[in-house]
């Protein structure tokens, strides 16, 4: 039967508050009962004066504005205001009422250039909702995974001009200077002085990068073989449960395995309990396995194709002699040390004559004095060691669990929390949004499980007072 709506019924008054227009089963009903936003009054008391000037916004509806926006992954703050104007649940989360004028979309701008920027406030916010995540038993970090994904900058890429930037040298690099000195020192060479760009030559090291005229933090990102890009770098650590347990954000040009020791630290600081740690084949470098394992845990990595042209002998057809420290080849010549170079590979090299009229010549070395030269790390036999990880069968089953866990995580914030581009610019402020981003999507978690438990606990109760009374007496009447 076909129906009619009344549309006279919009101006029909009624009497009913906030609370009633609600639905119960609202996730922001959820939010506000499984955490109490008032520690957000003490983590800001110092940016705020006590005794003058006109009363502020309350900082919890200011922080609770943004942690709407990427919520519900709305594009901005100025769409986000106007959301809430009309959405009695983002009001009700606020505490407004229903004809409260909501703050201007400017106001939680001016607050963080004026306040929050720089003063660590999203660190501690994303802080306190991890340790209620811990504090509930909801993290499970015995093994994590860590990956990085990229967000597309603010920027046109056809604005950019290139510079000559300084090469900063690598965090291990005294580390690496020490280890490859007391190597060439036991075969007998001379140790290196750390001077010159590391290859010999005089003079500080540079190279030339196109920079963003627009937002000079961003880096040109290669995304495959044709697209570029200005874009960030989000690098991320979660629990098998999908919990965010620390994140940093980069330029888009810098590499995954730059930014892995400073977080890795702060995570492993955090959650001494880890036992494993899962990455991709771009973090499979002699550093970051020398730091896992020399920290007592095990790094499960993927199999890396070696980089050698077709045609030609795999390096690991190339085996090392421990014993005699020295390299035989797939003809079963004998490739003997040469030297320890500045990037902390030695070098094996094998006899030009014999070379000469090797009938594999043609599948091993093209030099033009049939000279073959194989490189070994300094550190290579730590990933000796996460090859043997690898094949174990705790190796397997971790590293399996990388699309479930981490590549998730990266799909519901670029999907469902519009983390996949951003209209921040600046790394300070990028960093804000990640955060946020991260810590909205961990309160979720920790609001439907709390609720689940709810629902778990007051089953299991009644089953208890099932089995107690009524069966007990059913169990009565039949003897």
Known sequence: MLTKGKHHDRNQPEILSIEDVVPQDHILREIEKAIDFN????????????????????PVVLIKIVMIKHLFGIRSIRQTVKEIEVNMAYRWFLGYGMREQIPHFTTFGKNYERRFADSGIFETIFGH??????????????????????????ANKGKSKNETVLLEPKQYHTELMAEINNDRTAH????????????????????????????PDCGLFHKGEHER?????????????NFVLGCDVSAGNVHDSVMFGDLYHDVMVRFPEIKMA????????????KQVFDGGRKASVPYKRPMTKKGYYKKYEYVYDEYYDCI???????????????????EYKSDPKVCADCPSQSMCTGSRNHQKVVTRHVWEH?????????YS????????????TIERVFADAKEKHCMRYTHYRGLAKLKMQVLLTFACMNLKKIAKWKRLNGFFYIANLFQWVYYEFIGYRFSVSIN
């Open 39 to 58: 520690f957000i009054y003490e983590a800001v008391s110092d940016l705020y004066s006590k005794d003058n000037g006109r009363p502020s916004v309350d």
């Open 129 to 154: 909702i991890l340790e209620e995540a811990v504090r509930c038993g909801f993290v499970d970090a015995t093994a994590v995974f860590i990956d990085a994904t990229h967000i597309k900058a603010s």
């Open 188 to 215: 007998g060479k001379k140790p290196f002085d750390d001077n010159g760009d590391g290859n010999g030559n005089p003079g500080v090291p540079t190279k030339q990068i196109k920079v963003s005229t627009t937002d």
């Open 229 to 241: 890009m200005f874009a960030y770098t989000a690098h991320t650590v979660c629990d098998k449960y």
């Open 278 to 289: 899962a990455m991709d084949s771009g973090y499979k470098t002699p550093w970051i396995m």
């Open 328 to 346: 035989l080849c797939p003809e079963n010549q004998v490739l003997k040390y040469s030297t320890t170079n500045r990037d902390g590979y030695r």
């Open 382 to 390: 730590y990933m000796e060691l996460a090859e043997d990880v690898r």
């Open 393 to 404: 069968p705790d190796g397997k089953a971790v590293y399996a669990k990388r699309r479930e």
